[in-house]
């Protein structure tokens, strides 16, 4: 089954040459039912957000929205995609872009599902539309200290990088003050907690750990008068598709005494014990006021959506290494992580099979980073050959114009003249199967 489909992509690829990216519904749709099968299984209502940041390719985001799916949005641009296609009443608004005029468009759009905040400045922005102003629903973006210093449980939660640059403490008081100066304006209604816990998260003891820290500031705030209906679990989920090989301090130290272990590969998140956690929080959430849960799945959704063919335009002996360079590099797929695997499929040359042969998968960047690892082929790889690379879905085409933002314009250094305009949202869209591009 799976090779009919890698068969498929490499005849597209024929007609529409390469480097081509190919979007299958079909895979999308599965990973659709996999996420209601799970949140079928979570003991509160749910509703789903799909977080555009991830992929924003419009015929995605239009065929979730098509499935009942909301939009999660960082961004003005991503904005004005959702609203070809959704009301404002089915987006979540979060992120940077909220004080870089993504809050304004929004408060002069309508309505949003929720806003999150994560900074006082924000909740002054808000506060300061006077009591007059239309009611909007808002939730606190909430940090857990210890999963942002816990030390490599999930593949993403290796090292403490830092403080947090999104949201309030669960601990502390500035997160009971913020959330009673929201519960005292007339213009909004505080009614969710937002956690989003990380990237790639696989393992259930993240979710409990996020739990009892999220029950003992839900207590915190009661008693300071301010009760909370929601949680937003933000977003996350590994999609199963990706094998990381787990990092953290331990095998950083291994590595540098040139000791090469190779972490635990995980891949599937324990989707049973995830859910199984909400059951045995749920009691205690309950009897708290929480009500629903709102998920903000990106990568779960979009990674298996989408591969990348390329082409072997060179094969190169280099003693015993031999490396195939690929038309496509790991700028246009920054998704490519080194510590992650991903199902690569190729063509195989006809003619008799050799013995096993080890080829390093390079792109053409003058860029020791540029690499999507090794592949072992019975047939030798010839230049002209393609090679599938799979799972691209997520954070590889919208990461590639840098993430949510609009190309800025380019401008002469000598007379000021304007070399290359300023992208708008109109032509980032154009030329695609959006409601947005489509001609009228
Ligand atoms: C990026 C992001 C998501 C999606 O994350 P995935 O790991 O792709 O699921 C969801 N919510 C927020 C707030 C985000 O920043």
Request: include cysteine; proline fraction near 7%; charged fraction near 20%.
């Amino acid at each position: 089954m799976r090779s009919a489909l890698y068969d498929r992509a490499l005849e597209l690829a024929d007609i529409h040459q390469t480097p081509v990216f190919l979007f299958s519904s079909e895979r999308l749709d599965r990973a659709v039912a996999e996420f209601a099968a799970f949140t079928a299984r979570l003991p509160f209502p749910s509703e789903v957000y799909y977080s555009y940041k991830t992929n924003y390719l419009p015929a995605l985001c239009e065929h979730l929205s098509l499935r009942g799916f909301g939009a999660e949005v960082t961004s003005p641009l991503e904005w004005d995609l959702a609203t070809s296609m959704l009301t404002p009443s089915e987006i979540v608004v979060n992120g940077i872009g909220k004080q870089a005029g993504l809050l304004d468009t929004v408060l002069a759009g309508g309505t949003p599902r929720l806003i999150n905040l994560e900074t006082d400045t924000e909740i002054e922005h808000l506060t300061a539309r006077g009591p007059a102003a239309h009611v909007v629903p808002v939730g606190l973006r909430v940090t857990i200290p210890e999963i942002s210093g816990e030390a490599g449980r999930d593949p993403s939660l290796h090292r403490r990088r830092g403080v947090s640059k999104f949201g309030w403490s669960a601990d502390g008081t500035p997160i009971i003050r913020a959330a009673r100066r929201l519960a005292e304006h007339p213009a909004v209604r505080l009614g969710a907690l937002h956690i989003h816990l990380g990237g790639q998260l696989v393992s259930a003891a993240v979710y409990r750990t996020a739990m009892l820290s999220i029950c003992r500031l839900l207590e915190r705030l009661r008693a300071a008068g301010v009760s909370i209906g929601s949680l937003d679990m933000g977003g996350g989920l590994a999609s199963g598709w990706v094998d990381k090989r787990r990092v953290g301090p331990l095998f950083e130290l291994l590595r540098v005494m040139g000791l090469p272990v190779r972490g635990r590969p995980q891949r599937a998140p324990d989707l049973d014990g995830i859910a199984e956690e909400f059951v045995r929080f749920a009691p205690r959430l309950r009897s708290l006021g929480i009500r629903q849960l709102l998920f903000e799945p990106g990568r779960f959704l979009a990674e298996p959506s989408l591969m990348a063919v390329a082409s072997v335009i060179a094969v190169r002996h280099d003693g015993h290494r031999r490396h195939a360079v690929l038309d496509l590099g790991t700028n246009a797929l920054h998704c490519w992580r080194p510590d992650e695997t991903r199902p690569i499929y190729f063509e195989s040359a006809t003619g008799p099979a050799a013995a096993s042969t080890r080829y390093e998968l390079v792109g053409p960047l003058c860029h020791r980073s540029d690499t999507y690892g090794a592949i072992t082929t019975p047939t030798p790889l010839q230049p002209g050959m393609k090679v599938c690379l799979d799972a691209v879905g997520a954070y590889s085409i919208g990461d590639w114009i840098a993430n949510t933002w609009q190309r800025p314009p380019v401008v002469s250094l000598e007379d000021g003249t304007l070399l290359w305009d300023r992208q708008s949202s109109k032509q980032f869209w154009s030329l695609t199967s959006s409601p947005m591009g489509k001609p009228s």
